[in-house]
């Protein structure tokens, strides 16, 4: 089993940051990629950033140049500058395991951006 438990969230204003940080533990296995997901209220989840166990990267199109997607062992970093309203969402880590690629979600963070 996967454990991902994610820590970071909170309430700032637009144009502040936020670090959030996905902590893996478990049978994670030596292949593997992490990413972070987002739900906006009443939207559908979307992927912010993915970083490949090889270092490749993956960005949605509306955070490129704002968030940055990095790793240390088994934690996920996400740091987000120039935070905007519509940045406000549910974030979720996410691990893919192995080959195959089992997905093994965390519980989620809130993260709100006043304007």
């Known amino acids: 089993q996967v454990q991902l438990v994610e820590s970071g969230g909170g309430l700032v204003q637009a144009g502040g940051s936020l670090r959030l940080s996905c902590a893996a533990s478990?049978?994670?296995?030596?292949?593997?990629?992490m990413a972070w997901y987002r739900q906006p209220p009443g939207k559908q989840r979307e992927l912010v950033a993915q970083l490949t166990s090889g270092g490749t990267t993956v960005y949605g199109d509306s955070v490129k140049g704002r968030f940055t997607i990095s790793r240390a062992l088994n934690t996920v970093y996400l740091q987000m500058n120039s935070l905007k309203p519509e940045d406000t969402a549910v974030y979720y880590c996410n691990l893919l395991k192995g080959l195959i690629g089992i997905p093994y979600w965390g519980p989620g963070t809130q993260v709100t951006v006043s304007s």
């Open positions: 478990g049978s994670i296995g030596s292949r593997n990629a």
